[in-house]
């Protein structure tokens, strides 16, 4: 009879001992998808941060070069520079035919 008490305390200890293993294979499941969908949405935050201040530093470096061309008298030697520098630069990126 001890035998028998001592076989239904050892079942039910490695049931236990089962369930436990279970429970904590599941929940490292859940935590390793957790993280994962949790890591993709750190790196679209980080995406979306920095498009935005790219696109921020690049409109206010045109807007602010624009104004400036703008607010320079036409007929200058700096005018001048801009107008052949950009001709130059248009001319070297057209293919040669």
Excluded: C, W
């Excluded at 049931?15 to 436990?20: E, N």
């Amino acid at each position: 009879m001890a035998n028998d008490e001592l076989q239904s305390v050892g079942d039910a200890f490695r049931g236990a001992a089962t369930d436990a293993a279970d429970q904590a294979a599941e929940h490292a499941a859940t935590v390793r998808r957790t993280v994962v969908k949790g890591g993709a949405q750190v790196v679209r935050g980080a995406s979306r941060i920095v498009y935005s201040s790219s696109y921020v530093l690049s409109y206010a470096v045109v807007y602010a070069a624009v104004f400036a061309a703008h607010s320079l008298p036409k007929e200058n030697p700096v005018m001048h520079g801009f107008r052949d520098g950009g001709r130059a630069a248009k001319k070297a990126l057209k293919p040669e035919v």
